[in-house]
């Protein structure tokens, strides 16, 4: 049998080329290096919590962004003469319902 030069393979079509690994055999390999299923998914778990605590306060922080671009979003939109103790309460609860209904259609948009 004959050896190839290095000139020769890399003239090869499929030089280089590796199959993906199919799922028994990305696990024989992890298992090869010590690592099992629980220990593989208990690692995706952890990376998941962590980033979608944080995807959620960067859409959050977004919406908040979005809504202060519109005039209807805007407090001084709804300054009124009855004094601001009377306003706050209300302000609160116009744009944080405004702002969850926002924040449930994007999240909802991710499941379909």
């Known amino acids: 049998m ?3 030069t290095m000139n020769e393979l890399r003239q090869e079509k499929n030089y280089g080329y590796k199959p993906p690994l199919t799922h028994n ?3 024989a390999e992890a298992r090869v290096k010590g690592y099992t299923e629980i220990d593989i ?3 995706k778990d952890l990376i998941f919590n962590s980033l979608k605590n944080k995807l959620f306060d960067i859409m ?3 919406v908040c962004e979005e809504m202060s671009k519109h005039e209807v979003f805007q407090e001084e939109t709804y300054f009124t003469p009855q004094g ?3 306003f706050e309460d209300e302000w609160f ?3 944080h319902e405004h702002h969850g209904d926002i924040l449930g259609d994007i999240m909802k948009s ?3």
């Open 25 to 27: 055999q990305r696990s």
């Open 2 to 4: 004959k050896t190839r």
């Open 84 to 86: 601001m103790d009377f």
């Open 110 to 112: 991710f499941t379909n």
């Open 93 to 95: 609860q116009f744009y």
């Open 60 to 62: 959050f922080e977004a």
């Open 41 to 43: 998914d208990t690692t």
